[in-house]
Nanobody, 123 residues
Framework: VQLQASGGGLAQAGGSLRLSCAAS????????IGWFRQAPGKERELVAV???????DYADSVKGRFTISRDVAKNTASLQMNSLKPEDTAVYYC??????????????????WGQGTQVTVSS
């Protein structure tokens, strides 16, 4: 699986940005797709993820401000980031958890990462 990420950039505090991610690959089933972020000097953390069945999870720090949308048929996802704060500044990485299709089933759990996208929020 290859992930192509886009979006991000520079915004002022209180502004909005949108990230997009497209997964490509044959013979796979995407179990979950979302974003992690890593700020300088900090560990990479989960921001938001869209799981099978329409389940979404968010980091507490972004709940109510960020919204993840997933198109299962197209294997794409987007992250709408509103009310941005300077502490949202980080490199954002698209991530997918997938399995290998065999007939109607899928087996295994594998990770795919997109290239990092810089998000900078100025105060």
């Amino acid at each position: 699986v290859q992930l192509q990420a886009s979006g991000g950039g520079l915004a002022q505090a209180g502004g909005s940005l949108r990230l997009s991610c497209a997964a490509s690959g044959s013979g796979v089933r995407i179990y979950a797709i979302g974003w992690f972020r890593q700020a300088p000097g900090k560990e990479r953390e989960l921001v938001a993820v869209g799981r099978s069945g329409g389940i979404t999870d968010y980091a507490d720090s972004v709940k109510g401000r960020f919204t993840i949308s997933r198109d299962v048929a197209k294997n794409t996802a987007s992250l709408q980031m509103n009310s941005l704060k300077p502490e949202d500044t980080a490199v954002y990485y698209c991530h997918a958890l997938y399995g290998i299709r065999k007939g109607w089933d899928a087996y295994g759990e594998y990770d795919a990462w997109g290239q990092g996208t810089q998000v900078t929020v100025s105060s």
